[in-house]
């Protein structure tokens, strides 16, 4: 008897434990959300509302990412924010030096990125732990060299123009047709990360995070599965990368910050590691927050004359932040999803939730 199904309902099948939406009612509403994200905000919501939810969904790409090679493999990476700068200018590069269409050039970022991935992954095969994020570290500043001293191929500092996006002869170049494409990205993804994560290779994924050495034990070549989940990570970073990239327009190492990694790290744990959910819980969160100072340090600057506005802000934001991390790891570790777990399980089990 299945002890997080809806009243009545069991399984009769191993399969069943697997799937993805286990009554009608489930895909009917992932349908109505999917159609109520595409077409009420662009109805309704003003262009700077309609920008925060493609930034958010692009978050949540690069978050889902990270979530496979972190959640659920175990693997720590700081370097994800360099990762992304290379699917962005990957992205860029293919389409104006190679002409690629903007499909092609996304997907190819992706695939680039994933193989830049792969090369900085080699060392997991004989560093875990702290040795691995040090080791992820210095990618970062090495692609970030690169990058910065890349010539007339990267412009260095200056950065690159990026052309608008475009399917088919038609031009992603308004707020409302560019976040559509992103949603459709950001179900696509998410659905490919649920599949991956409940299969053969999610599994190993996880038995190396839980203990690599009875995953040995097992006959699962770690090896091989740590490369893939830092290749996959990688292909999620590429993919956001591409599509901020064509989003923003022009790109240059300044928008790819260090820290950016951090928070990446510290919102996937407040948002719930090793859960699909938990990716998307991070990264709205995160953005809201940055939203939610944004606006808050102009009332402090006039409130407070000896507050500035733009020094506040990045003290304030840190100040935040972190906080909001720190809070979360004492008092809910598991975080945002172990809630929603809670509450989708009283739910079914209503009207025997006790």
Known sequence: M????????????????????RTRLQKALLIIAFL???????????????????IIGITIIAMQGLNILFGYTGQLSIGHSAFIAVGAYASALLSTRLNFPFLAALICAGLVTGIVGLFFGLP???VKGFYLAITTLGAYFIIMWVIRHGGSLTREIYGLSVPPA???GFVLNTEPRYYVFTVIMVFLLTLLAKNLVRSHIGRAFVAIRDNDIAATVMGINIFAYKLLAF???????????????????????????????IWYLGFLAVGGMG????AIF???LWKLLREGVAALVPFLSHTFPGFAAASGYAGFSLI???????????FEPRGINHRWTIFKTYYRLWPFSY
Do not use: K
Not at 2 to 19: A, C, I, K, M, S
Not at 36 to 54: A, D, E, K, Q, R
């Open 231 to 261: 290749f996959i990570c990688c292909f999620f970073a590429g993919i956001a990368g591409s599509l901020w990239a064509h989003y923003m327009i022009a790109i240059n190492p300044e928008v790819f910050p260090f820290y950016d990694s």
């Open 124 to 126: 997991s095969l004989r």
């Open 320 to 330: 935040i932040f972190g906080l909001v991390i720190v809070l979360f790891l004492v």
């Open 275 to 278: 859960s699909i959910m938990g």
């Open 36 to 54: 109520f994200l595409v077409t009420v905000p662009t109805m309704f919501f003003s262009n700077s509302i309609l920008s925060l939810m493609t």
């Open 282 to 284: 991070g990264a709205v």
């Open 2 to 21: 299945g002890y997080t199904l809806p009243t009545g309902l069991y399984n009769v099948r191993y399969e069943q434990e697997l799937d993805i939406f």
């Open 166 to 168: 475009s399917i088919g």
